[in-house]
């Protein structure tokens, strides 16, 4: 396991003081730090650790709902394809 304290914040059910656990996890994350990610839907995602939003994502915090993130994902899916594009051409 590559991130303990991260992964315990994951599978944690809600509880008193968890934001605060997670504000100390965040502190401890590398720039361009990268995992995977599973939606509620099943589908993997690559997520990077230093944008918030994918942080919230990858820890799957209960406050998004599915809709959120499965737009989320698809905007990635689309984004990482036009990147695609534009380094092979």
Known sequence: MKDM???F???TPSFM???RLREIWQRTVADGDCRVARLP???IL???LDVPYEQMVWL???EWDESTL???SNILFVWKHIEMYIVSN
């Open 46 to 48: 690559k997520v990077q």
């Open 9 to 11: 914040l994951r599978v």
């Open 41 to 43: 839907d099943g589908s």
């Open 60 to 62: 799957q915090d209960e």
């Open 17 to 19: 003081g968890k934001w």
């Open 5 to 7: 304290f991260g992964n």
């Open 70 to 72: 499965y737009s989320y």
